[in-house]
């Protein structure tokens, strides 16, 4: 077990900072704590729990500068991307604040009858590095307005952001102990789950993390949720604009330096557009700006590490080995800064990495189909089912891949992207479970059904 954590800059390749890991003591003082606020949480009005989320909010912008920088810093994330994602954390803080009324009591079928939200306990949440405060602050509102508090495991190479958005959170003021960082490998997770301060568990990651989070959470008869990995499908139909399109596709593949579960990452094209589509494609592609994500005009920054790029960078060769054709890029600089251009891939070989596996960054595949049938069939055709889209104007295609598409959400000529008002997770391998919303409300909450309550005035 390691006794450090250590951030690396991906554009440069030095050591940022080294973080001592905590022990097992400072490992039970913080759950201690977060336990402690729990208890005393759980009794504040909603409406101060709610009046808290907007303090948060107030907070995370204030702190947007530090927040930003330190994941530029630590992940590569482009500065103008990574202060957009500070302020959607604290737009669902505000929506959270705005929608307390979700957990209202709900009335049953019988006088006496209710349906109480009542919370769980601490939340512990195990978060990856590629959106280190959006991941994280979706989990947070809806548990804090619920009543929970959270224990955070973020990914090690971003200690940094999770120190950054502890500091953030303690600004608001409120009790201490609301969120807790934990700083500590993976091998620590199990025996944290286990733990009877620990009331469930939600992860953002791998399929083989999230089946090692699920077999522990399982083993503890503890509730868990999920959001695993994606390969989403991006349907162009015969009847769109196709240069516009292509330009969506072209930002829908390379958000985040095309290092996101919902990025799309296949791209399906009829065939009577899919010549016209792929040059517009290559044309939108080449024109995205690779630079120094510092500047604020850059669109992708570096991958998050070199070990990253060349794992990107031997799934596409492994797919063009076995007979995929290079489009666009295709090419590891081997530079000491984890770039990788944007890139393009067709005649896709069945069973290549590019057709099976997801890829992290900003390398999309092509498809050719002759039909709705096939479309929808090749849609379907991975162990994914995170979120899909699909771009025309023929309703009823639309409202058959709405209903076919086997996925946590389906866009109809949108991007896919996640929304504090909306549900959000997956379907086969890519989770279970559910986010944001009133969903993200319910998942951790103990839906309490009370019978037989009697609320009259005591008579003499």
Not at 5 to 18: D, M, R
Request: contains cysteine.
């Amino acid at each position: 077990m390691p006794v450090t954590l250590v951030s690396t800059n991906p554009h440069g390749g030095e050591t940022l900072v080294t973080h001592r890991v905590h022990d097992a003591h400072e490992i039970d003082l913080r759950l201690t704590r977060a336990h402690d606020a729990q208890r005393a949480w759980r009794s504040v009005p909603r409406a101060a729990r709610a009046d808290h989320l907007r303090r948060i909010a107030v907070a995370l912008r204030a702190h947007v500068d530090v927040l930003a920088t330190t994941a530029t810093m630590e992940m590569g994330k482009p500065i103008t991307a990574a202060r957009g994602e500070v302020e959607k954390c604290a737009v669902c803080c505000e929506w959270y604040a705005d929608h307390a009324s979700l957990l209202d009591t709900l009335p049953g079928p019988l006088p006496g009858d209710e349906i109480r939200h009542d919370p769980l306990g601490v939340l512990f949440a195990i978060m990856p590095w590629n959106f280190p405060y959006w991941q994280v602050m979706r989990v947070v509102a809806p548990a804090l307005l619920v009543g929970n508090t959270v224990v955070l495991k973020l990914a090690e190479n971003v200690s940094g952001c999770a120190l950054a958005l502890e500091t953030a959170l303690q600004d608001a003021g409120g009790l201490d102990g609301l969120l807790q960082v934990l700083l500590v490998s993976h091998d620590a997770a199990p025996g944290i789950i286990a733990d009877a301060r620990i009331a469930a568990v939600t992860l953002t990651g791998s399929e083989r993390a999230g089946a090692a989070v699920a077999a522990a959470a399982g083993a503890a008869l503890k509730p868990v949720v999920l959001e695993l990995g994606g390969s989403d499908p991006f349907l162009v139909w015969h009847d769109v604009d196709v240069p516009a399109v292509a330009r969506a596709a072209a930002l829908a593949r390379c958000q985040n330096s095309g290092q996101s579960c919902i990025a799309a990452k296949r791209f399906l094209v009829h065939d009577a557009v899919y010549d016209a589509f792929l040059a517009a494609f290559i044309e939108a592609m080449r024109a995205l700006k690779v630079s120094d994500p510092r500047a604020i005009d850059t669109d992708l920054g570096p991958l998050v590490s070199l070990e990253a790029r060349d794992a990107l960078h031997a799934q596409v060769q492994a797919t063009l080995a076995l007979g995929g054709v290079a489009q666009l890029g295709c090419t590891n600089p081997g530079s000491r800064t984890a770039w990788y251009a944007p890139s393009i891939v067709t005649d896709i070989p069945a069973g290549s990495p590019m057709a099976v596996d997801e890829l992290f960054g900003p390398v999309a595949g092509v498809w050719r189909v002759r039909d709705l049938d096939e479309a929808i069939a090749l849609a379907n055709s991975t162990r994914f089912g995170l979120g899909s889209s699909v771009w025309t104007t023929d309703a009823d295609v639309a409202a058959r891949c709405a209903s076919e598409f086997q996925a946590g959400s389906v866009m109809i000529n949108q991007a896919v992207a996640s929304d504090p008002a909306l549900p959000f997770g997956g379907v086969k391998t890519s989770g279970y479970g559910r986010e944001l919303g009133a969903a993200g409300l319910a998942a951790f909450a103990n839906l309490k059904t009370v019978r037989g309550l009697r609320r009259e005035a005591n008579s003499d």
